[in-house]
């Protein structure tokens, strides 16, 4: 993507905040904040707080993620609105006994699976001491362990690789027969270095296929160790030398059926020297050459459970009651509130584990929707006692990064029939509006094809706005309004573009356009208040049009970065860690809507949907002129078997999109309804 940064599109008032701060009496800053108005000093502030590290990025697992649903509820509840969901009494399995509508601000549903640590405790003995690590600092329980509660005593294996070059092999002098049954392998990541802490396999010093961990696992594995120690080797030149991965950032890869430990590599030189040996010596020595070595007198006693469990998020949502006849139709105004937290998945720029803070991806959507909800409760408190006037539904969708799950799964569940919802009105990155010559925020709003004469009726209030407002027709689109559009409800996604900041730890509340955002979100209101007040039907039309310009040819820029979350994420894409990799020459699969822009040499072209059965993908949504559009894929379809490969899920998925070429023939099976088909797919290559 090319785009340019919006080079003072900031305004006046808030480049004031990189003026320095006077000594004396005022600063620049609370000169800045007096030029704004209430709406835009409480849209700053919101937008501020949301983006706030704190918060974590606020994707759907983390704690900060209920914490963002707890702030939107504070502040819906803040300006009067009333509950929008039904509270739900469930029994059992899950078996709904009572049902009471308009009683919750929430509606719960999962984006996933999630890991969650069960146990981890890890002690060692030697020379009759007793050390009890600390979780988290000395050690981490891997995200792919297998569970099991032992004490063992612990063999070193080298680099744990079964054979390389010059019949290299960590397993040298292992006879038949011999196993390591009954012991916990003390395994060094990567391989053999040179006195530069690089490999000594590669002229570049980057590390070759051998070092791939699935591999060495596998190895230790079918050789029967009872628990496995990963420690990287003191002295590599590596940027994870001094760190543990924690259990949610080494998810990737097959679950092991023993325990798999991350042991900081300090630690790691604390046990081995308590029983008498040197980690840097034993890493010197299998350097040089393979064997497995005996650490005489040390044990360790691991305790270590992991399991996927379902992850839990919100849709929040409060209505502002209308009047007379038409209050029991509703306008939904919605914004998402997740984001795509250390960027395990969704990153753009290959920062995983990097806080993304999501100032305009979507803390200005969110941000706005809190505002026009204060600012509309006011004015509907203003409305005559004749006035007839539609409700209006604030909803901040959760899970829209992982696919627009919140929003799929709120049309599914709707608190009111689609028959009810008059419109939609999507606020999804708002905050960074660059100006026209007129000195005016530029802002696409898409979706004025989706009902008959919108444009029409949408213009007058485009044109008084104080928004350079371009309006694209299409429904579709890489955002929760989407999730309406085909449910056949009209709606508008209001949108200021992609930057290079998007998806990014860059994307800060700093380069947020507070006064443009705030003319946008008052459109918006102005919008859903007219709509609201209006006597006549609006009728729903599907439009074949664009709903979003980004000089892009396909579908639409953030799909790929928007699908599921894959689990073998940009690990791959980095030069210096093959290990990640099945193999290092393995392409980085783009996840799911997969346009290939991760690397994928194929396009096979669907959005997976919200189905988590752990027995095959549902197709949430398929995007025409692609492989899967070709092969006669449907959304709702549940793809279970990729050739003869049964697929339980998108991570199973992810590395036999990745190995695929173009122009490959594939048998997808997939369930539709009570049918099995087996479609003919031949996949088509990646627009890059
Ligand atoms: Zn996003």
Redesign the pocket.
């Known amino acids: 993507m090319k785009l340019t940064y919006p080079v003072g599109s900031l305004v006046a008032a808030l480049s004031l905040l990189t003026a320095p701060i006077v000594a004396t009496g005022q600063t620049p800053l609370v000169d800045a904040l007096k030029t704004l108005s209430d709406g835009e000093r409480a849209y700053f502030q919101h937008v501020t707080t949301l983006s706030n590290p704190f918060f974590e990025g606020r994707a759907p697992g983390l704690r900060s993620n209920a914490l963002a649903a707890e702030y939107v509820e504070f502040n819906f509840r803040s300006s009067g609105l009333t509950p929008a969901f039904p509270m739900v009494k469930t029994e059992g399995e899950g078996m709904e006994t009572a049902r009471t509508p308009f009683a919750s601000f929430r509606q719960p549903f999962s984006t996933g699976r999630e890991t969650v640590v069960k146990a981890q405790a890890l002690t060692y003995t030697a020379a009759g001491t007793t050390v009890t690590l600390i979780p988290g600092t000395d050690f981490a329980i891997r995200g792919t362990s297998g569970t099991g509660t032992v004490t063992l005593p612990v063999v070193f294996v080298g680099y744990g690789i079964n054979q390389a070059q010059d019949g290299y092999s960590s397993f040298d002098g292992m006879k038949e027969d011999e196993d390591l049954s009954g012991k916990a392998a003390l395994l060094l990541r990567f391989e053999p270095l040179n006195e530069k802490g690089k490999s000594r396999w590669s002229e570049t010093g980057d590390f070759t296929s051998k070092s791939t961990l699935a591999g060495k696992l596998r190895a230790l594995v079918n050789r029967k160790a009872a628990a496995i120690l990963l420690v990287s080797p003191p002295g590599v030149d590596d940027p994870r030398a001094n760190t543990i991965e924690d259990t949610k950032s080494s998810t990737q890869g097959t679950s092991m059926s023993v325990p798999v430990i991350n042991l900081h590599v300090d630690t790691a030189a604390k046990m081995v020297s308590a029983a008498g040996a040197d980690l840097m010596a034993l890493r010197k020595g299998a350097d040089e050459k393979g064997g497995v070595t005996d650490i005489a007198g040390l044990t360790v006693a691991v305790d270590a459970a992991i399991a996927r469990e379902p992850n839990s998020t919100d849709n929040v949502g409060g209505v502002l009651a209308g009047r007379g006849a038409l209050k029991d139709e509703f306008i939904v105004v919605g914004a998402h509130y997740d984001?795509?937290g250390y960027g395990l998945f969704?990153s753009r720029t290959n920062s995983v584990g990097k806080l993304h803070p999501?100032a305009d991806?979507?803390a200005s959507g969110t941000a706005g929707l809190l505002v026009l909800a204060a600012q509309l409760a006011d004015e509907y408190a203003r409305l005559g006692p004749d006035a007839s006037a539609r409700s209006i539904m604030f909803v901040a969708f959760s899970g829209?990064?992982g696919g627009l799950i919140g929003s799929r799964h709120f049309v599914k569940n709707a608190p009111v029939e689609a028959s009810r919802v008059y419109a939609m009105l999507n606020m999804d990155m708002i905050g960074r509006a660059r100006q026209d010559a007129q000195g005016r925020p530029k802002c696409e709003v898409s979706g004025v094809g989706t009902a008959k004469g919108f444009e029409e009726l949408l213009a007058p209030m485009f044109e008084s706005s104080g928004v350079a407002v371009k309006t694209l027709p299409g429904g579709q689109g890489p955002s929760d309004h989407a999730s309406f559009y085909r449910g056949n409800i009209p709606v508008l996604h209001f949108f200021t573009g992609l930057h290079d900041q998007y998806?990014a730890p860059a994307d800060t509340y700093d380069r947020i356009n507070v006064v443009g955002a705030a003319r946008i979100y008052k459109l918006a209101g102005t919008v859903a208040t007219a709509l609201a007040l209006r006597a006549e039907p609006l009728e729903f039309t599907t439009s074949k049009g664009p709903s979003i310009d980004m000089n892009e040819p396909t579908d639409d820029p953030?799909t790929a970065?928007?699908a599921k979350p894959a689990e073998e994420p940009v690990a791959t894409r980095r030069a210096r860690t093959p290990e990640a990799a099945p193999t290092p020459a393995d392409p980085q699969p783009a996840p799911g809507g997969g346009g290939g822009r991760g690397g994928s040499r194929v396009r096979f072209g669907i959005q997976p949907g919200d189905y988590d059965g752990g027995t095959g993908i549902e197709v949430g949504d398929v995007f025409p002129n692609t492989s899967a559009a070709d092969a006669g894929v449907k959304a709702g379809d549940i793809i279970v078997k990729w050739n003869d490969t049964p697929i339980a899920n998108v991570q199973d998925w992810m590395p036999l999109l990745g190995r695929a070429s173009p122009g490959e023939k594939v048998k997808l099976t997939v369930k539709r309804g009570s049918e099995t088909l087996v479609l003919d797919c031949t996949l088509k290559a990646a627009s890059n």
């Open positions: 984001h795509v969704g999501g991806d979507n829209e990064e998806h953030r970065v928007n």
